[in-house]
């Protein structure tokens, strides 16, 4: 092992939690469930590898996925005779913590996924490879059809090290028979219109609670903080401005819907834990969820999810900005190992149009190039094609290289503004203070 990359993973095992990774596969919290074929040197990039290179590659994912998964690198790999590719399916709870060890140990698989609540980590300390040189210009690659948003939760310092390979955006999802009995607003466009919504339905119809969300309401109130020009880090990530007039008002609107008894905490007012049961079971009108939730309203729910719709334009405070949570996976590899032309020709196969489509068609999340977006697939699944008309209004839920502090302290004191204990400016002004004095 080289002086430099000794070096490199001291600095990276000293500043990786072990709760990194967080992404689609885990972006549902309290407040929401805490649930490429051959390229051959085309479609993929280049086949110019060492003669017999081993890629290990590891990701997380239920059955489908790791099936799907499977498929492609197995023809990749008898497509690519100069290559032997390895795969390893972690569970998603154990991932984390498992590439962690392995870059401490020098052992990390070649190509993996990465979310984009990990990559800061990964990206400072140099544990990444840049993978612009072998994407930028490439031959039916067609690198410029990724969205910008998604590529930049993957990038630092004007380099590119990881290749997002689907996403979803947190919607609100609306249940528009509901609305209609109600006589009120199926698309409303504020958050004043949107409240009168609701109690048009708790007033007109038999649901008590048309809204509902988590005790730790992450994906629920970031969104509401960006819509209403707030921010929950400063931009350049150096401190925590989450104590702002704007964040507080976020937290206030929301909380004032429960005290009026327009909404309620899953699990305590009503009894499904989380948006698609919530939806489901018409215990609530409206939910925000991403593309997680479409399986099991579709498979579980059939008739019901086909009076939902996901609200676009999203409804905003009055003179707010649109905007909405994005999670994202990338495809990225090791800068440590020793087959770095090979471990990028596979990022190039796993994340070009044949091979991203390959898994997205599946409708479990959105993929992240545009072109696949406006496929025709999508006009009669109107749940997907509802979320990805939100891709371009969508932010990556990142917050720097201490990602996991911040979102941990910040939700920490929020579920003490939602049980009562404290008033939303404390509870906001609190965690700023916090994360100020003790992680920045």
């Known amino acids: 092992m080289s002086k430099n990359r000794s070096i490199s993973r001291r600095r990276l095992v000293s500043t990786i939690g072990a709760s990194v990774a967080a992404g689609l596969a885990g972006c549902s919290d309290s407040s929401d469930r805490s649930e490429a074929t051959n390229t051959s040197g085309k479609e993929g990039g280049s086949n110019s590898t060492t003669q017999g290179e081993r890629l290990n590659v590891a990701s997380w994912g239920g059955d489908v996925e790791s099936d799907i998964v499977t498929s492609i690198l197995e023809d990749y ?4 005779p100069n290559v032997n590719v390895k795969y390893q399916n972690i569970p998603f709870g154990e991932y984390s913590t498992k590439l962690k060890t392995q870059f401490s140990g020098g052992t990390e698989p070649e190509v993996f996924y990465l979310a984009s609540g990990s990559a800061p980590q990964y990206m400072q300390n140099s544990a990444l490879l840049a993978l612009d040189s072998y994407v930028e210009n490439s031959d039916n690659y067609a690198y410029d059809d990724i969205l910008d948003n998604l590529l930049s939760a993957f990038q630092y310092q004007g380099k590119t090290y990881g290749i997002p390979k689907d996403f979803t955006p947190v919607g609100l999802f609306m249940n528009e028979s509901h609305l ?6 199926t698309s409303p466009e504020t958050w004043s219109g949107f409240r009168s919504a609701l109690e048009a339905v708790k007033t007109s119809t038999d649901v008590e609670y048309p809204f509902a969300f988590g005790s730790r309401p992450r994906n629920t109130l970031v969104q509401l903080i960006w819509q209403n020009g707030g921010r929950i880090l400063s931009e350049d990530n150096s401190e925590c401005v989450v104590g702002s007039t704007a964040a507080i008002e976020a937290l206030q609107y929301l909380l004032d819907l429960r005290s009026d008894g327009l909404a309620a905490i899953y699990g305590n007012e009503i009894s499904p834990t989380w948006a698609a049961p919530s939806l489901g079971k018409e215990r609530v009108t409206a ?18 999810s086909d009076s939902l719709k996901v609200a676009n334009p999203m409804p905003i405070p009055n003179g707010g900005q649109q905007s909405t949570i994005v999670f994202t996976t990338s495809w990225s590899a090791s800068a440590q190992q020793e087959t770095k032309q090979a471990s990028a020709a596979l990022v190039k196969s796993l ?34 094609n ?44 609190d965690a700023e203070r916090q994360l100020n004095s003790d992680v920045f």
Do not use: C, Q
């Open 77 to 80: 790999d008898s497509s690519n």
């Open 180 to 185: 209609e009995e109600a006589g009120a607003n």
């Open 287 to 304: 939910a925000m969820t991403g593309a997680w939730s479409i399986s099991t309203l579709k498979e579980e729910y059939g008739s019901v």
């Open 351 to 384: 994340t070009s149009k044949e091979g991203m489509w390959k898994w997205t068609k599946t409708g479990t999340a959105l993929p992240a190039r545009r072109s696949l977006l406006e496929k025709d697939f999508y006009d009669d699944r109107p749940l997907l």
């Open 386 to 429: 509802g979320l990805g008309n939100l891709a371009d209004d969508g932010r990556p839920f990142l917050f720097g290289i201490h990602h996991s502090e911040v979102v941990d302290t910040v939700m920490s004191e929020v579920e003490g503004a939602v049980t009562g204990a404290k008033s939303p400016d404390a509870a906001l002004k």
